[in-house]
């Protein structure tokens, strides 16, 4: 019987999309599961976790064209202390650009490891526009997706699947404006302080 551990490598992990995600795909999960969101101070207890379970799934977003900071830092952990039991390892990424093609070096990044360090590499799902997605009418796309995702890790199988908002790039830039100015606003910042290259106001 599958046995998994969802770990959100989100560097925000309680308020993240990844967390979003993760909460979707266990509603889609039919077998037993435990969640846990990454901290430095875990690693030891997910590692002892991993041990006892068929599968891991990592959830987090894209971070420069890579793996989160947490993330990286959980993966050399289990480098130098894994568990002798290797776990299958799938992914669930999502990243800010429509293109879900924008997320395939970070994983490669993780099928490196898995190759490097004796883990089986499972399934995976890179999903497009993952910052807004959820909140258009396109958020069944992604509900779709996570459920195929359950059902190849479920049945074992090395499925790699994508999925994004069937916009063209000009729509997107232009919904993607809106959405920031909004969250700009919702924020204190108007569209001219985004974007300036000043971090903060200067005194």
């Not at 509603?27 to 875990?42: F, H, I, P, Q």
């Not at 997910?46 to 793996?67: I, K, N, Q, R, S």
């Not at 909140?135 to 992604?142: D, H, I, Q, S, Y």
């Given at each position: 019987m599958v046995k998994l551990l969802i770990v959100n490598g989100s560097p925000r992990a309680p308020r993240s999309n990844s967390r979003r995600y993760a909460e979707l795909f266990q509603?889609?999960?039919?077998?037993?599961?435990?969640?846990?969101?990454?901290?430095?101070?875990?690693h030891a207890e997910?590692?002892?976790?991993?041990?006892?379970?068929?599968?891991?799934?990592?959830?987090?977003?894209?971070?420069?064209?890579?793996?989160?900071?947490?993330?990286l830092r959980f993966l050399e952990f289990l480098e130098g202390a894994g568990p002798e039991h290797r776990p299958r390892i799938s992914v669930l990424i999502n990243c800010g650009f429509l293109e879900p093609h924008q997320n395939?070096?970070?994983?490669?990044?993780?099928?490196?490891?898995?190759?490097?360090?004796?883990y089986p590499f499972g399934a995976c799902l890179k999903i497009g526009g993952g910052e807004a997605i959820l909140?258009?009418?396109?958020?069944?796309?992604?509900r779709r997706s996570i459920r195929a995702l359950a059902r190849a890790i479920a049945a074992g199988q090395s499925t790699e699947l994508a999925v994004t908002m069937p916009l063209s790039p000009?729509?997107?830039?232009?919904?993607?404006?809106?959405?920031?100015?909004?969250?700009?606003?919702?924020?204190?910042?108007?569209?001219?302080?985004?974007?300036?290259m000043d971090i903060e106001p200067q005194p």
């Open positions: 509603a889609r999960w039919k077998g037993e599961a435990r969640y846990a969101a990454l901290t430095a101070k875990n997910l590692a002892a976790a991993a041990a006892e379970c068929t599968d891991l799934l990592l959830v987090f977003p894209l971070y420069a064209d890579g793996l989160p900071a947490p993330l395939d070096v970070a994983v490669d990044m993780v099928r490196l490891f898995c190759l490097e360090n004796g909140g258009t009418p396109f958020a069944f796309l992604v000009r729509a997107f830039v232009r919904a993607s404006t809106r959405y920031w100015a909004q969250m700009g606003a919702a924020n204190g910042c108007t569209p001219e302080q985004m974007a300036s």
